[in-house]
């Protein structure tokens, strides 16, 4: 296979080192990082879901999508991206990686997804969604590193509104976002009856606060919440910890 008749100006080709599958990626735009590994990993250890239907949103570069073909054994896997050319390379990504069959991507704005997919007919929805408030240090609101770290396209209801809309009655809900947001998920999730399960912190050291939140809900389940043991990401020797070698794949 000739990998390079996939890509576009300016693209490359990663090894995710994992089940010999690749993504492609534009080093000047955005490239996903560690959280997206993370959420794929929280979600794969924690659902009880065997196959059935998942729904990525805000897919990106389809990471997650991908990932998760490899770590589930989930029949199929929709991603849902905003950006015309970020869709076309996710969709690029999975021919690479010849998961037509396991995987596609739509291009549209989440908050019409309920013109592209059926209510309540997804086991499970993951989103590695946008961080930050609309305003916090945008320059220029069409860009896709800002689209991608700021409600300029959607927002955290329009997240959690699709969501309830999309996931069957006791179907899961992953999600990674930053810890200064989290009363502002754990609302929202109530609100659109998807109530939190699983909470876990992600600390860069053991000496170090949170830096990002690792949360699984479930819709129409009851009012219970376990917090997990942190995860800590390096340890004392400065390599990744065992748990993030045996859980997340690093």
Known sequence: M???EYLRTGERIDDLQRN?????QHPERFCFGMDAVLLSGFAAEHASVSGG?????????????ILMSAKTKADHITGMEIQKDVA????????????EDRINIINCDIKEAADHIDAASFDMVTVNPPYFKSGHGIVNPADTKTISRHEVACTLQDVLRISAMALKEGGYFYMVHKPHRLADVIYEMRIHNIEPKT????????????????LEGRKGA??????????IIYG??????KEMYTVYGY
């Open 2 to 4: 000739n990998k390079d």
């Open 20 to 24: 010999g599958l690749y993504i492609i």
């Open 199 to 214: 909470l876990k912190t992600v600390h860069p050291d053991s000496s170090s606060p949170s830096s990002m939140i690792l």
């Open 88 to 99: 076309d390379m996710a969709e690029r990504s999975i021919r690479l990686n010849s998961l």
């Open 222 to 231: 009851g009012a219970e919440m376990k917090v997990e043991s942190p995860l």
């Open 236 to 241: 004392e020797d400065g390599r990744y910890t």
């Open 53 to 65: 239907r998942i729904l990525d949103l805000c897919t990106g570069s389809g990471i997650i999508a």
